[in-house]
């Protein structure tokens, strides 16, 4: 029997060449969807064996879509596809449960392999992947304080480390300079007792500041 597959990705081409991959893999895709929102709707009516999620879509990125299927669903295979190797994507996708993260230029033969295993309910996580994280994912984490009060400002920086913006991209969509973002990041980890921007965004996720 065929696994069913729902795809999520906002590029059209790059559904094309998924469907294309698996053609003759005993692989159905049962849904294509553009938007996050709409990949959470599609995914809890239509139930598929796996999810392979895109990250950044419009109307809600696929990792915030993950956390929500995850509340709705936690035991739904959801595997990440990004173009982006970046370490804060794959903290908040391994602590939001997701099964496993794929770069989009895998081979079709780990493509194929990645959801066949995901539809048994395994994660196809990797060793140097875990180990990027590992500190970050570590339970308790002494020193991470849950509940600590930042301000509105502080907020919106957070959320965008967690959507893998630099120090840059940040400063320019706040209009404020580099070094007032650098200030603000080092002040945020400061007073959340972490070391670097992985894991804040795991502290994030913890804390619901993000999902």
């Known amino acids: 029997m065929s696994i069913r597959l729902l795809v999520a990705d906002d590029h059209p081409m790059v559904r094309a060449g998924i469907k294309k991959m698996i053609e003759g893999k005993d692989i159905k895709i049962i849904a294509e969807c553009a938007t996050g929102k709409e990949a959470v709707a599609q995914t809890l009516k239509r139930k598929p064996d796996v999810v392979l999620m895109d990250i950044r879509m419009p109307d809600g990125d696929g990792l915030n879509s993950l956390g929500r299927i995850k509340i709705e669903d936690p035991e739904m295979p959801v595997v990440m596809y990004s173009g982006f190797d970046n370490p804060t994507y794959i903290a908040r996708a391994v602590a939001l449960g997701a099964n496993g993260y794929l770069m989009k230029d895998c081979s079709a033969k780990d ?7 995901a539809a048994t309910g395994e994660n196809i996580w990797t060793r140097t992947e875990l180990r990027r994280v590992t500190g970050a994912l570590a339970t308790p984490r002494p020193g991470v304080r849950l509940e600590v009060p930042l301000t509105q400002r502080e907020i919106q920086i957070v959320q965008l480390v967690c959507d893998g913006m630099s120090n840059k991209q940040i400063g320019d969509e706040l209009e404020i300079s580099y070094e007032t973002v650098k200030e603000h990041v080092q002040h945020i980890l400061r007073k959340i007792g972490v070391t670097d921007r992985t894991q ?12």
């Open 200 to 211: 804040a965004a795991v502290w994030a996720v913890r804390t619901k500041l993000v999902s």
């Open 111 to 117: 493509l194929i392999a990645a959801i066949k295993v």
